[in-house]
Nanobody, 123 residues
Framework: QVQLVESGGGSAQAGGSLRLSCAASGDTYGYCMGWFRQVPGKEREGLAAIKSGYGFSDYADSVKGRFTISQDNDSKMVYLQMNNLKPEDTAMYYC?????????????????WGQGTQVTVSS
């Protein structure tokens, strides 16, 4: 069983930065860790995924070049550094995990979810 707890959300001005953290517990060896976001009334969107130790990371086009995913295996922490934030980045952000990174962009493929952390970007 894997448990995920996000933190680091909050408010920022457009052009600003925030760093989200995801604390994982349980056996996460070999898991692909991802970040998603969701706006009310819209589908959950896969943003980034990482499987460190395998040299894998991937990003959605909407955040490529602005967001960076990283992982500290010793502490089982996963981070999402968000730079040059835009008002359209306002959403609830979720950390998720699955075995292997195939199809990581699809929320239905993820096995474990955190409770989410809200990010609000004002213009």
């Amino acid at each position: 069983q894997v448990q995920l707890v996000e933190s680091g959300g909050g408010s920022a001005q457009a052009g600003g930065s925030l760093r989200l953290s995801c604390a994982a517990s349980g056996d996460t060896y070999g898991y692909c860790m991802g970040w998603f976001r969701q706006v009310p009334g819209k589908e959950r969107e896969g943003l980034a995924a990482i499987k460190s130790g395998y040299g894998f990371s991937d990003y959605a086009d909407s955040v490529k070049g602005r967001f960076t995913i990283s992982q500290d295996n010793d502490s089982k922490m996963v981070y999402l550094q968000m730079n040059n934030l835009k008002p359209e980045d306002t959403a609830m952000y979720y950390c998720a995990a699955k075995r292997g990174c195939t199809d990581w962009r699809y929320p239905a493929k993820m096995n474990y979810w955190g409770q989410g952390t809200q990010v609000t970007v004002s213009s």
